[in-house]
């Protein structure tokens, strides 16, 4: 009985002690749902509870102690949450690592009760989710749509209810908190700034100041989560998944990566004096698959490591990987064996070697100063051999280095700037400036004199290694002055050269790499519009797409976990379809216009009516029937096939179906309902043009083939005048008079919208754009020809796009993405000002 009664207050002892553990297991518990649906952002995204057991009894061992209870906890839940955050972000690409982050800060706030589930429901929901109209009518200087979802948001927080009425009766303050550049959080009236919680705040920047949302959810995360958890993602250390990995655990790059993988792994194997058993092999569908079988099995038995690369290129070996990888065991592996893999993300790898190996994903950094950090601490820059490899000359090396890293990270930045970025997107690699800093090095070392060739520098860089990727002349031009702002004299004499107005931006005086590490370190995260020689508007539109793409994605992963998501997304894609099929006209008859507009040689404008007819009814057909498919599969009453899924996901989406945008058409916008209002306003124009003969107003975007139709311009005006059409020119200007009567060769073209600079209609002079201003419309251009050439000093010539939208699309429109002329504009700075800057005119936007 004694026996059985101790046994009995030892149980009950250790049940106690347990309890007071179940907090610790419960928020642990919790966490692994944030890890559920990745896969939805990328299929390489997979975690198994296995590995995350692992990882919980790793945080156990890890953590520091405590005799007191609380303090012991706190440990525990530090040591796990660090540990499941650092592990699972190094396998996310960048734009994902952010959102990863914000997931798991929802998570405990939500589990701390700090957050409501209604206000993550109202901050992860899309804004179109409820489009009726607030009772009052919006403030003057704020947008229906912002008003409509600050009612909402009062509505929906009880803490918040007086939140719409004080913007109305409180409306100055509220401006200036809402408008100011730069963006201060400081600025919020009271007393809602002392009352609002810190979600709270940033559920209010949503709605009013979208574009700063990534930098007001960087703040929540660093202030909420745990001490430590997050202030930074750490440089990859090839070391820390080398030390969590097994012989029978593979280890998958993520491609595309910032630099070369077997680069990294060599180097780590060297360091490990592994090099001899590092065995790589680059995959295909060919002999490659048998020798990849038999590396594996002699490497397992004999402790070798294998890189299998591109295994995407091997789908049909695939399910072989596979089986390899669940036939490993201890009893047959030797402990020093490791499988090296990487593949880009494809539905087909197996979800059993996701879920049960490590993923390390290494892409470009997003801003700049994290670009400078990635550069210096990646091979050749990193390593001392190459970095002090200019021995007597190594300011001028330095400096210049310095210059290089600086412009690989403003070059590849610049991508996510819209029109005033590129013309056209592109992808500017590690490889890129490995190149160039390897022949900087070589000309500074075997140069005579001590005089460094920019020159020649110049050329291979700006010409050959960067210049060799562009299709755009415009783009070529001002990627060779921005390299020139880099790469020159002044860079190495001038102790305050600096490549913006910001000291921060300046040529580090000290040249060793510590110092210049810590030059960048000091950085802010955000860098000035003067460093990418862009104005305030450009950021802005950077922020402002990370954001929309950053929401997009949390509400996209909140909505596939709902039961009713794909009945509510078939009812809106229902709704859709009614709503297109109510707008479409009747096709165009062709032949009655072909008997009206004869194919002649004389008349070269007849041809562009007819073909502007025909592909409209190509499109309008195309649209008709593929909606009525996918109707009908929605319905039932046909097989729902992935194209129709497709398309059902597109237009859910709102986004352009690809299947209706046939080559030539000219419609590059991305948003379905500007489709759908371009598409009937080149409908009302053929129309007009076949009633009533070709309009003396053009709006180029009516048109499918803007440079097919000013081509006839130019034949039509040379039969008339009976000169040569290669002694003609176009000659575009602004007009402030867009009268019809004085001038029978003259036409008017309006509707285009400048981006990346404005014009002065009273000095009539292109000026700096104002900050939060993205699009000015233009006055009319007065179209004519003319025969004699024209002095272009103080004309900047701008070149006229058909949309900034289509450095989107896909490498079969490059057609689209041709400049189509250029307007001659007056201004008082120099047109390099303007080539940096990316001004130019489009014939459509996305407003």
Known sequence: MKRQEAARSMTEDINKFRDTYLQFADHCAGLFCTLTT?????????????????????????????????????????????????????????????????????????????????????????????????????PEWLSTDKWRQICKLSGTVPELGELANDLRSNGAAWQKYCSAIPFRSHLMPRPWADSMTQFQRLMLVKIVRRDKIIVEIMRLIEDS???????????????????????????????????????????????RGYTSK?????????????????????????????????????????????????????????LDFRLWLSSCSIPDFPISVLQNSLKIAYDYPLRLKQSLLRAYRSEPVRSKEFFEGCPGRDKEFSKLLYGLCFFHGIVRERRHFGPQGWNVSYDFDHADFEISVRQLQNFISEAENNNVPFDTLL?????????????????????????????????????????????EHSVPRRCEYRDIIKHINDMQLDASPEAFACDENALIVKDAAIAREFLESVSYLDQIGSPNYEIVAQDRVLRAIDEINSKLPALFNV???RDKYPLITREPLNAILIHEAELINEVLAAIADSLSNLKSALNGEIILTDSLEDLSAEIDSNKVPRAWRPIGFGVVTGYLPNF???????????????????????????????KRFLSAILLVFSRRRDIPVEQITLDLRVTNNDSTSDDAD???????????????????????????????????????????????????????????????????MNKIRDCITSVSLETDKSHVHWMKRGTALFCQVDK
């Not at 040591?79 to 734009?95: A, G, I, M």
């Not at 798991?104 to 109202?122: G, H, N, P």
């Not at 698959?289 to 290129?313: M, P």
């Not at 699009?775 to 701008?798: F, G, K």
Request: aromatic share 12%.
């Open 38 to 138: 990745l896969s939805n952002l990328n299929h390489m995204y997979r975690f198994s509870f296995s590995w995350f057991i692992q990882l919980y009894v790793t945080s156990i061992e890890t953590s520091n102690r405590s005799v007191v209870l609380e303090k012991r906890l706190q440990f525990l839940k530090s040591s796990f949450t660090r540990n499941l955050h650092s592990s699972v972000c190094r396998s996310l690409f960048e734009k994902h690592k952010l959102l990863y982050s914000f997931l798991l800060c929802m998570k405990i706030l939500m589990d701390a009760r700090q957050i409501t589930r209604e206000e993550v429901e109202f901050f992860v929901s899309s804004d179109a989710e409820d489009d009726r109209d607030p009772v009052e009518s919006a």
């Open 225 to 271: 989560m745990l001490e430590d958890v997050f202030n930074s993602y750490p440089h990859l250390q090839l070391s820390e998944s080398y030390a969590e990995s097994s012989c029978l655990t593979p280890i998958i790059f993520i491609l595309p990566s910032y630099t070369s993988s077997l680069s990294l792994v060599s180097t780590y194997a060297s360091a």
């Open 278 to 334: 590092l065995v790589s092999l680059s995959m295909g569908d060919g002999p490659q698959q048998g020798t990849a079988d038999v590396l594996v099995e002699e490497a397992r038995k004999e402790g070798g490591w294998v890189f299998l690369q591109n295994c995407h290129h091997a789908a049909s070996w695939i399910p072989r990987l596979e089986r390899i990888c669940e036939n490993l065991n201890l009893s047959g592996t030797s």
């Open 459 to 503: 050329y291979l860089i700006g010409e050959c290694n960067y210049g060799g990727k562009i299709v755009d002349s415009l783009d070529q031009r001002c990627l060779g002055y921005l390299l020139d702002s880099f790469c020159n004299a002044r860079v190495i004499s001038d102790s305050e050269y600096s490549f913006s107005n910001c000291t």
């Open 591 to 593: 032949d009655e216009i």
């Open 676 to 706: 759908i209002n371009l598409l009937l306003k080149r409908v009302s124009f053929v129309q007009n043009w076949r009633e009533t003969d070709l309009p003396r107003i053009i709006y180029l975007d009516a048109l499918s083939c803007c």
């Open 746 to 812: 003259a036409y008017y073209i309006h509707g285009l919208h400048l981006s990346g600079a404005r014009w002065d209609a009273q000095r009539h002079v292109l000026i700096d754009s104002l900050t939060d201003i993205f699009w000015y419309d233009m006055p009319p251009i007065r179209l004519t020809c003319r025969i004699e050439e024209r002095a272009v000093d103080n004309i900047y010539e701008c070149p006229v796009y058909i949309s900034p939208i289509c450095n989107e699309v896909d490498t079969d």
